[in-house]
């Protein structure tokens, strides 16, 4: 009997388990060159994102393969301890079944095209339909709830 009371309640637990996946652009570059480093404005950025995400208990990073990707993500890295992994945008059907069935709180950093692209691909409506080649303040959160999981979407600016 102790042993169905147990379960019973694991799976209770397991069913109302709530993550959440932060999705942001990079922040602001130095140029437009193909692998430019942030500028100085964009590490202040990601400085400023590591602070908003330091209580989120983000478990894992995610980050395209390129310096202004990783730069913006490298603050909360280092203040949480995590390696940085890197996806490739162009597989992101692949990538939003792996970070769904996370268990874990997620940071993802991509481009301007991309982070729609990734917010489609997990079928989210979103109001924002492009973002600018000047706009880097856009924060998606994503929470998802349960083992089948439902997602819901918050759009916010930082």
């Known amino acids: 009997m102790k042993k169905l009371v147990v379960l019973a309640l694991f799976s209770l637990v397991a069913c109302t388990s709530t993550r959440t996946i932060f999705i942001v652009r990079h ?3 130095i140029d437009d060159s ?8 964009g ?10 995400l330091a209580d989120k208990s983000i478990q894992e990073i995610f ?22 992994q890197i ?5 992101l059907d692949l990538f939003v079944k792996r970070i ?8 993802v950093v991509g481009h301007s ?9 997990m079928g989210l409506a979103h109001t924002i339909k492009k973002i600018d080649e000047t706009d880097y ?21 930082f």
């Not at 980050?63 to 940085?84: C, E, F, H, M, V």
């Open 63 to 84: 980050s395209t393969d390129y310096k202004r990707t990783r730069q913006t993500a490298n603050p909360l890295a280092q203040l949480n301890g995590i390696t940085i």
């Open 137 to 157: 303040s856009n924060l998606f959160i994503v929470r998802l709830k349960g083992s089948r999981p439902k997602m819901s979407l918050e759009e916010s600016k």
């Open 100 to 107: 769904v069935k996370s268990e874990k709180n997620v940071l």
């Open 34 to 41: 193909r692998d430019p480093d942030l500028s100085e404005t």
């Open 113 to 121: 095209n991309s982070t729609l692209s990734l917010l489609d691909a």
């Open 87 to 91: 996806y490739k945008p162009d597989t």
């Open 43 to 52: 590490q202040l950025r990601a400085q400023k994102l590591a602070k908003i």
């Open 27 to 29: 922040a602001e570059k």
